[in-house]
Every structure is written in structure tokens, then in C-alpha cells.
């Protein structure tokens, strides 16, 4: 059932307008809730601009995350990267593989929006009486990772191969039959357990920090473009540096580096997540979860700087990733429900 959208609330008792609201700007309150199908098209439309507008920087990140990169590949920041990437590789490098990653990226977060909205919803009745609930929050955000990385894992494994340094892939097309002929179905979904015991805590700390900032910042949860980025760039930069080392699993996974592979003498095709975590510490120790270099550099003096250097990418990657996917999505769901109430008042 679609709902309205709610008047701005008046002046009076209540809580004071969040911080994020400037002195003179007046916001219309979100909608209470949306129809199905507002929630799906916001949602497609939020991941796609996410992925896109970042994907140079994640492009980086699958590369600083490698564990026995070629030397010509190696990097100290992402600025550094891009730079080499663009220079040695080409201007259109550093977005190989983005066709693949827009493709699975609107379906997959229409699905997860859609489902995270209505079972928060669902869950908040129950568990809060209609309030905030940071529980359902988690919950909800946790069953929306299933549906979202049923979708994402195997375009994730097209674009991780496309975006190493000297990929031998032509195009997505190619990658997509080779590793199809040569591992099997199986390959686009060999990091699916690894994704979700990343994504799950990832998500639920990602929604339940997000929620909290906006208590906070924008109690009256009006529609507030700096209140959604300064609550989704924490919220992304918070789950982001505490999954950093189950993304480099992910990310060894889907790329099978044969140079690290092949330095401890691994045959064929690595799988599961405990054989993932056994070869990047065997490969790195603890600061390789957290770093992705040659495993000669962690035990070089500044292994402790490394140790945190590494969650650079992943950091810098998430934070303007989900400021842009949470402020697209809360202006498209306030537009969208906005427009079909005027449209329904005009008839």
C-alpha cells in the first residue's frame, strides 16, 4: 500500500531540527513509506550512479588488494594508482569492466532496497512498535544482502578480472565464456559464502550506523540532501574498515591470483573462505588482511603504518560509495511518491 507523504512538521514542542539543516532551509518530510515499486526504481537508480561514479576507485582497490603483485603494479595510494593506471594503461583503464558491474547493479539493488525498507518496517512494528528499531535495522539490512549478492557475485568476478593489471580478457563477454569453459559455472559463485560473511556484518553495521546518524543529525527525517551523505559517508567508512580483511578474501577469490597461487604451490583453483584466509596470512600474516602488497613488504619496518594503510582503498572507496547511493535513493524515493501524490491530487 503506498503511502503518503507526511507534512512538514510544525514548529512547537518536539525535538529541534538536526544540525544538518541550515539556518532558512526548509525540507519536505520523507515519505512514511513508499509503494513496492518506488523503493526498486530508487534503489536501481541509486546503485547504478554508486558504482559508476566510484568505479575508478574500485578499480584500485582490487589492485592494491592483490598479494603478489607485478611490480609495475604496485602503488602507495590511490591518487598514485590512478595516476600510473591512466599514464602507462590508457584514460579509459581504470573503468574496464563497468559495463558488467551497471548490469547487475540495478537489479541488485532494487531487490536490496526494496526488501531493507519493507522489513525494517515489518520488524520495526514488531520489535518497537513502530519506532527506530537498530535490531530490525540490522536484520532487515542482513536478509537484503542475500537477495543483493545473489545478483552481484558473479558480475564482482567478471569486473575483479577485468580490473587486474595485464588481465587477459579482452572484454566482459570473453571473460564471462573463458571462465565459464575452463572453471565452470561454479567460478562466478566460489566467494558467495566469502561475500556474505563479509556483507552481512557489513550491512548491518552499514544500516544500523546510517539509522543512527540520521537520529541524530536529522531526528525529524525530513528530506535533508547533507543529512543522507554525512550519515551514508559514515556509515560506509565504519562497515568498510571492519570488513577490510574478508574483502581481501573476496577479492582472491574472484581473481585466483595465479603469481600468489603459484608462490606457495597451489594447484588448480583456490576455494571456500578458511583456504582464503589460510593463503593471504601465509602470504601477508595479519597486516596481508588489512594491505594486499608483497608479502616481503609486511615484515619491512613500517609494517605497522601498512597495516592501516591498506584499509586506505577500501575506505575511500566506501565512504563517497554510500554517501551517493543513500542521498540518489532518499531523492528519488521523496520525488518519486511526491510526483504520484500530485498527479493522484490533480485528477
Not at 42 to 56: D, F, K, S
Not at 65 to 74: G, N, R, W, Y
Not at 197 to 206: E, L
Amino acid at each position: 500500500m503506498e503511502l503518503s507523504c507526511a507534512p512538514a512538521a510544525p514548529p512547537g514542542p518536539g525535538p529541534p531540527p538536526g544540525p544538518a539543516v541550515a539556518e532558512g532551509d526548509e525540507y519536505e518530510s520523507l515519505p512514511s513509506g513508499a509503494a513496492l515499486g518506488t523503493h526498486m526504481v530508487a534503489g536501481a537508480v541509486a546503485g547504478i550512479m554508486e558504482h559508476t561514479v566510484m568505479y575508478p576507485v574500485d578499480s584500485v582497490k582490487t589492485r592494491m588488494q592483490s598479494l603478489q603483485p607485478d611490480p609495475k603494479a604496485q602503488y602507495r595510494s590511490v591518487y598514485e594508482a590512478l595516476k600510473k593506471i591512466v599514464l602507462t594503461e590508457g584514460l579509459w583503464r581504470p573503468l574496464r569492466g563497468i559495463n558488467v558491474t551497471m548490469l547487475g547493479a540495478g537489479p541488485a539493488h532494487a531487490m536490496y532496497f526494496a526488501c531493507y525498507e519493507k522489513m525494517k518496517k515489518s520488524l520495526s512494528d514488531t520489535l518497537q512498535q513502530g519506532g527506530n528499531s537498530h535490531l530490525a535495522n540490522g536484520i532487515a539490512g542482513s536478509v537484503a544482502t542475500l537477495l543483493h549478492d545473489a545478483v552481484m557475485n558473479p558480475a564482482e568476478v567478471v569486473k575483479q578480472r577485468m580490473q587486474m593489471f595485464n588481465s587477459p580478457y579482452k572484454s566482459v563477454l570473453s571473460c564471462v565464456r573463458t571462465v565459464q569453459r575452463t572453471e565452470g559455472f561454479g567460478a562466478f559463485y566460489r566467494s558467495y559464502t566469502t561475500q556474505l560473511t563479509m556483507n552481512v556484518p557489513f550491512q548491518a553495521i552499514h544500516f544500523i550506523t546510517y539509522e543512527f546518524m540520521q537520529e541524530h543529525i536529522n531526528p525529524r527525517r525530513e528530506y535533508n540532501p547533507r543529512s543522507h551523505i554525512v550519515a551514508g559517508a559514515v556509515a560506509g567508512a565504519v562497515a568498510a574498515a571492519a570488513t577490510t580483511p574478508l574483502d581481501v578474501c573476496k577479492t582472491l577469490l574472484n581473481t585466483q591470483e595465479n603469481t600468489a597461487l603459484s608462490s606457495l604451490n597451489i594447484s588448480g583453483h583456490l576455494s571456500g573462505m578458511l583456504n582464503a584466509f589460510r593463503t593471504v596470512y601465509q602470504l601477508g600474516g595479519l597486516p596481508g588482511f588489512f594491505r594486499g602488497v608483497q608479502a616481503r613488504a609486511i615484515y619491512q619496518p613500517d609494517a605497522l603504518t601498512g597495516f592501516f594503510r591498506g584499509v586506505q582503498a577500501r575506505v575511500i572507496y566506501q565512504m563517497p560509495s554510500t554517501a551517493i547511493a543513500w542521498s540518489v535513493y532518499e531523492f528519488f524515493k521523496y520525488f518519486l511518491t511526491k510526483h504520484k501524490l500530485e498527479k493522484r491530487t490533480s485528477l
